[in-house]
């Protein structure tokens, strides 16, 4: 019984119960805590965020779904690095600042992007003079190879020290606690750096495929999936 209680009380009043906080790993007595999941699309069919913060995105331009990697049909979102992507115009509970975070994704490169450079998978920050942005995406390189990076301030802040190839998918996920950076390809860290980030997002977007805060789009060419 006791237990029972314990797993639905809500001390912090935020609405959510003890059980349902320790499920996504946020602090049960700090209605503020953004620890766990803020965002999450799968890229099913829709463009909805599925982690039920609300940050769902529009599709813009011809951005549409092909195949996921396990064959589900409308599984997986195609964009055509000239000019499709989707964005939500007012995300909320992304982090900030040098906060921790971890942003993912599956991802499948079809070819150099309409501009010639870097593609932006996920983006998200002020589209401001200051680019206090963040960006996870892939560099351009020779013509059938790709280098995962993270982009802030407009300019690399970690690359891989692989490189992926033009056609086949890949999982990318990016860590940070706050001190260290880290990549990771496939499940295997491929590079790190010590950083400190100061992401800002006052006025900006959080974006799938593309990047407007720099003068010219980041626009990804392939396939993207589970952001």
Request: negative net charge; charged residues 20%; aromatic residues 10%.
């Amino acid at each position: 019984g006791d237990l029972a209680q314990a797993d639905t009380a809500d001390p912090d009043a935020d609405g959510r119960t003890n059980a349902e906080e320790y499920g996504d790993r946020t602090d049960p007595t700090n209605p503020g805590s953004t620890l766990g999941l803020v965002a999450y699309f799968p890229l099913d069919g829709d463009w909805l965020d599925h982690s039920g913060n609300g940050n769902d995105c529009t599709p813009a331009a011809q951005a549409t779904f092909t195949s996921d990697r396990i064959g589900q049909p409308t599984g997986a979102a195609l964009f055509d690095g000239a000019s499709d992507y989707a964005a939500c115009a007012g995300p909320s509970g992304l982090p900030v600042g040098n906060s921790a975070r971890t942003i993912a994704c599956w991802a499948r490169c079809d070819g150099a992007n309409h501009w010639a450079y870097p593609h932006a998978m996920v983006f998200y920050g002020d589209a401001s003079g200051n680019r206090l942005y963040f960006q996870l995406g892939l560099v351009n390189g020779k013509p059938d190879e790709r280098r995962p990076s993270v982009f802030e301030d407009g300019g690399p802040s970690v690359q891989a020290d692989l490189t992926v190839k033009v056609g086949r998918l890949y999982h990318v996920a990016f860590t940070h606690d706050g001190t260290t950076a880290r990549l990771f390809v496939n499940g295997q860290e491929a590079g790190s750096k010590e950083l400190a980030f100061g992401t800002e997002l006052t006025t900006g977007a959080l974006e799938i495929s593309n990047n407007t805060s720099c003068e010219r789009p980041r626009f990804f060419n392939g396939a993207i999936d589970e952001v």
